[in-house]
């Protein structure tokens, strides 16, 4: 993480230094609360996914918001967690490898620390590492329930690997993963609700097989922001997963947004200056692959009618201006909303935290690089 802060507390947007990542406080407070009106009364529990913001400040406000915990992708990522003040924590992954095991039953001294598998070898790994560093670890079955990714196939093999775990010194099977990830940008409501009806199937049909064999299956987790109210309304799903509804981005805003899946705002921006404007109709910004991921699509322009960001080099955005567009100047500012906020993050060492046009705040990243 550079020492180099960017930006001073008090600072107009205007005066700050770019790129920067930009956080606007109040559409992410609202977006906090949008979530917990769209939940509320029903009996499910929010385990926001911190491998978006990988920031404690924010997962601190997500639990104090309501959440019970955080999912993580990686050892790294729980740790910082950890060291931030979060109790309750889930890699939501299989972790492979000696080291990063051993740090994760280390890390189980100081939280509730829970760990997906779909192998009985890394069950052996986990009870072992459990076993060495004297804890118990929360282990899920990860079950494939669509994304064609990680997970066992539900049913017998899901419960095969219950037996496994529940049989194994160390460990406590703690429920099932069942997480529909590629469903979450399905751009239609009504396809992306079908997808999840196969997801929700496949847990209720595995978490009624685990029972009949008499192994409690206290838990099912999963859901992202593109779908998590049909996981709650389902009766299946215990805990949802979400991560993107604090920031949104460009991808994301291509969804067909419909009850009972509430309308997150933008919250999260690239701040960018233009460097250059060449010629009429093209404007070059300071921000290219290197200020924002661009594995979903390009970036927006936010709020300026006829711009558009055409494309991209390291350092280099090239904004297109509409025939008859009032185009940027030299040095004017821009924000842009990344077409993928969880790798644009990884890109910054702070938020820079923005009310009513003003730094509020600095949140650093801690967890920036963190991917092993």
């Known amino acids: 993480m550079t020492a180099i802060l960017p930006a001073r507390l008090g600072q107009r947007l205007e005066e700050v230094d770019t790129p920067a990542l930009v956080l606007d406080l109040d559409a992410f407070e609202g977006n ?17 996914h911190a491998k978006t913001h990988k920031c404690p400040e924010i997962a601190r406000r997500q639990v104090a918001a309501g959440a019970v915990g955080v999912c993580c992708q990686k050892v790294s990522e729980a740790e910082a967690m950890v060291e931030g003040g979060i109790g309750d924590v889930l890699v939501s992954n299989e972790v492979v490898g000696a080291g990063k095991l051993a740090r994760l039953a280390r890390l189980a001294r100081r939280a509730r620390v829970g760990i997906c598998v ?3 070898l890394q069950v052996n790994a986990l009870g072992a590492a459990a076993l060495a560093e004297g804890v118990q670890l929360d282990v899920y079955v990860e079950i494939d329930v669509g994304a064609r990714r990680c997970g066992v196939a539900p049913g017998a093999p899901a419960l095969e690997l219950a037996q496994h775990i529940a049989g194994t010194a160390g460990l406590r099977f703690a429920g099932l993963q069942a997480y529909q990830g590629s469903a979450q940008h399905v751009r ?19 978490r009624a097989l685990i029972a009949a064999a008499g192994i409690a299956c206290p838990v099912v ?3 992202g922001s593109g779908s998590f109210m049909f996981e709650a309304d389902s009766g299946v799903y215990d805990e949802l997963q979400p991560g993107s509804y604090i920031f949104m981005d460009a991808d994301y805003a291509k969804n067909e947004w419909a009850p009972p899946l509430p309308r997150f705002e933008h919250a999260l921006f690239v701040l960018a200056t233009v460097m250059s404007t060449p010629v009429p109709g093209r404007a070059v910004v300071d921000a290219g692959l290197k200020a924002s991921s661009v594995d979903s699509g390009l970036p927006t322009v936010w709020e300026r009618p006829g ?4 494309r991209a ?9 509409q025939a008859g567009a009032a185009g940027p100047a030299l040095g004017d500012k821009l924000l842009l909303v990344p077409g993928h906020c969880d790798p644009t993050v990884n890109l910054y060492d702070w938020y820079v935290c923005m009310r009513g046009g003003v730094v509020e705040a600095l949140w650093p990243i801690t967890a920036r690089g963190a991917v092993a």
Do not use: C, F, P, W
């Open 188 to 206: 239609t409501m009504q396809e992306r609700r079908e997808r999840i009806a196969i997801a929700i199937e496949a847990a209720r049909s595995t």
């Open 32 to 48: 906090l609360r949008r979530l917990n009106e769209a939940l509320a009364g029903r009996k499910v529990r929010v385990r926001a």
């Open 221 to 223: 987790t999963g859901a």
């Open 313 to 321: 080099s390291d350092e280099h955005g090239v904004i297109d201006v």
């Open 307 to 310: 711009l558009t960001y055409a």
């Open 118 to 120: 779909d192998h009985a």
